[in-house]
């Protein structure tokens, strides 16, 4: 079973940076298709941004498009998501999604995908 381990949250001011990572004990997430989703308090879950493992291919919300950036760090098997110019906006339980191995390519809807990690906290304030 594929559990996956969020890190790299934090408290920040606007117009800083965190940079989150996700890790699977046991596995490398080289051969999933990888997810980038946030939950704030009253509101639904959004995509943030995903990246396909057939081709490496990305995609952004829009709202953190040229501010966000996914990775993939195949040395360690991880992927991460830095996240510059932070908004107040921005804050929000950031989750990292995994879809099952036989699915190459990523979406940003949260109902496509199969594994997930617990979250981590990022806040955006002053």
């Known amino acids: 079973q594929l559990q996956l381990v969020e890190s790299g949250g934090g408290l920040v001011q606007p117009g800083g940076s965190l940079r989150l990572s996700c890790a699977a004990s046991?596995?490398?997430?080289?051969?999933?298709?990888i997810g980038w989703f946030r939950q704030a308090p009253g509101k639904e879950r959004e995509g943030v941004s995903c990246i396909s493992s057939s081709d490496a291919s990305t995609y952004y919300g829009d709202s953190v498009k040229g501010r966000f950036t996914i990775s993939r760090d195949n040395a360690n098997g991880t992927v991460h998501l830095q996240m510059n110019s932070l908004k107040p906006e921005d804050t929000a339980v950031y989750y990292c999604?995994?879809?099952?191995?036989?699915?190459?390519?990523?979406?940003?809807?949260?109902?496509?995908?199969?594994?997930w990690g617990q979250g981590t906290q990022v806040t955006v304030s002053s």
């Open positions: 046991g596995f490398t997430l080289d051969y999933y298709a």
């Open positions: 999604a995994a879809r099952g191995l036989m699915f190459r390519l990523c979406v940003l809807s949260p109902d496509r995908y199969d594994y």
